[in-house]
């Protein structure tokens, strides 16, 4: 109402309706920001990632188990909704945040004993030396086409769009796209 107000678009008490119940025109405008004030509104999504790209870029499986509601993951999105800001003279750029989800990645361990090694047990065995390390074949979770392999389990770092800022034009010439030479 007070956005509106500074754009001289309210001319009275505003009317409200539940935007759940009601019939949408065909001709209705496309969907306006109608917050408070701000250079740069933002739209917030929500959204349960099942592969994403960690922070050094390599894709990772993104733990969700959906069934009953056992354990979802689900991460807030905010993306800006123009390029221009209100009020001053820049451009409306998203700005990055760490958040930490569980992912899980197969592990396949090498296999049991070399054949070099085999023939060191051989030898010891042959003078009597007892061999007090005993190697076990390595814990399995399952086999494919591969051979034995684990499941890790661990928490990694993603980079997700968290909020809008407006940035001056002469921010990323000044600052970021410096010259070798500068530095």
Not at 30 to 59: D, I, K, L, M
Not at 67 to 96: A, I, K, W
Request: hydrophobic fraction near 25%.
């Amino acid at each position: 109402m007070l956005y509106r107000a500074i754009n001289g678009e309210s001319s009275g008490p505003e009317r409200r309706e539940d935007p759940g119940v009601g019939t949408h025109a065909p001709h209705a405008p496309p969907h306006r920001y109608e917050g408070p004030p701000t250079p740069c509104p933002a739209r917030v999504e929500y959204a349960t990632p099942v592969f994403a790209r960690n922070y050094q870029g390599v894709w990772r499986y993104v733990v969700q188990i959906p069934y009953e509601g056992y354990f979802t993951q689900t991460v807030e999105v905010t993306r800006c909704m123009q390029s221009r800001c209100h009020y001053l003279e820049g451009g409306c750029l998203s700005s990055p945040r760490w958040l930490s989800l569980l992912v899980a990645e197969l592990h396949y361990p090498p296999p049991p004993a070399a054949p070099a090694h085999q023939e060191y047990q051989f030898a010891q065995k042959r003078l009597g030396e007892t061999d007090s390390s005993t190697e076990k074949p390595p814990h399995c979770d399952g086999h494919d086409e591969f051979g034995c392999y684990q499941v890790r389990l661990y928490y990694d770092w993603f980079l997700v769009p968290g909020s809008c800022k407006c940035w001056r034009p002469d921010y990323f010439a000044r600052y970021v796209r410096r010259n070798h030479r500068e530095l």
